[in-house]
């Protein structure tokens, strides 16, 4: 099972908006609304921002927002703040025997 | 507060074997499937193994089948990994997460054990 594909980093000024993409198959992606988002801080433990594609657990700012389009879910950070900059992973259901698959990680710079 | 805390992690040499434990508090353990993530040095995360409340479903990643086993204790509101032949590209920080109420998601993590496979 490969990871699923992300760009290495994106980069955004305060208060401009980001998008984040990630590509699978069939079989996770595009197969199952399960894709999940997570933040990572350095040298902290990943957080749960998106869960089901599109929903934000309680708790995460609503300027975070998911979406899907064929095999690619994508993550949106409008009005990006300066703790916004972390690494971003996605994560997705595989009808593979291993369950579950995460994506490359993309690192987002807050210039 | 629901709160996860890993254990057991350490140096081990190449070929050795390593059990890693994750305490869960602050939630009722025995409702939740339970999931082992890893993250080698400066690298990205990479899903292990997971268990189901009654550990009647058991899945591993390829890298891991065969030598990694999953496994909870619901009595002590414990999980845990034994990891054996364990390999340089086994090093990694080791966490624990949650199964996110059925929604293939993962939440809330522990902290992470760091595992050091190194001769």
């Known amino acids: 099972q490969s990871a699923l594909t992300q760009p290495a980093s994106v980069s955004g000024s305060p208060g401009q908006s980001i998008t984040i993409s990630c590509t699978g198959t069939?079989?996770?992606?595009?197969?199952?609304?399960?894709v999940s988002w997570y933040q990572q801080h350095p040298g902290k433990a990943p957080k749960l921002m998106i869960y089901?594609?599109?929903n934000r657990p309680s708790g995460v700012p609503d300027r975070f927002s998911g979406s899907k389009s064929g095999n690619t879910a994508s993550l949106t950070i409008s009005g990006l703040q300066a703790e916004d900059e972390a690494d971003y992973y996605c994560?997705?259901?595989?009808?593979?025997?291993?369950?579950?698959?995460f994506g490359t990680g993309t690192k987002v710079t807050v210039l | 507060e629901v709160q996860l805390v890993e254990s057991g992690g350490g140096l081990v040499k190449p070929g050795g074997s390593l059990r890693l434990s994750c305490a869960a508090s602050?939630?009722?353990?025995?409702?939740?499937?339970m999931n082992w993530v890893r993250q080698a040095p400066g690298k990205g995360l990479e899903w292990v193994s997971s268990?189901?409340?009654?550990?009647?479903?058991?899945y591993y990643a390829d890298s891991v089948k065969g030598r990694f086993t999953i496994s909870r204790d619901n009595a002590k509101n414990s999980l845990y990994l034994q990891m054996n032949s364990l390999r340089a590209e086994d090093t990694a920080v080791y966490y624990c997460?949650?199964?996110?109420?059925?929604?293939?998601?993962?939440?809330?993590w522990g902290q992470g054990t760091l595992v050091t496979v190194s001769s």
């Open positions: 069939s079989s996770d992606v595009g197969g199952y609304n399960y």
């Open positions: 268990i189901s409340s009654s550990s009647s479903y058991i």
């Open positions: 602050g939630f009722t353990f025995s409702s939740y499937s």
């Open positions: 997460a949650r199964d996110f109420g059925g929604k293939m998601a993962f939440d809330p």
């Open positions: 089901e594609v599109s």
């Open positions: 994560s997705s259901y595989t009808s593979s025997s291993t369950l579950n698959v």
